[in-house]
């Protein structure tokens, strides 16, 4: 997985077991349902999660607890 995904060396071994099986599921779903989009899904969650973990700082502040009302939440289609 290293060679392919480098970033892959931020998440810890369990974190890692699990990307590689969600990969896995994403890529068989791929080709036995026709589903592309959720292998990209799997990767960029995360490759996301790894880009957070690669900061220390960044990491230590999403790992603070939150609360009160953050406002609306806007979705876009």
């Known amino acids: 997985m290293p060679e392919v995904f480098p970033w892959v060396r931020h998440l810890t071994t369990d ?3 699990s990307f590689t099986f969600e990969l896995v599921e994403a890529l068989s779903d791929a080709a036995e349902l026709d589903l ?6 799997v990767i960029v969650g ?3 999660t790894a ?3 690669a ?3 960044e990491y230590a502040d999403a790992r603070k607890p939150t609360s009160g ?7 876009s289609v």
């Not at 592309?36 to 899904?41: A, G, L, T």
């Open 36 to 41: 592309d989009s959720r292998s990209e899904e």
């Open 46 to 48: 995360w490759r996301a």
């Open 15 to 17: 974190e890692l077991r």
């Open 51 to 53: 880009r957070i973990k």
């Open 69 to 75: 009302d953050f406002g609306p939440v806007e979705v």
């Open 55 to 57: 900061d220390p700082a």
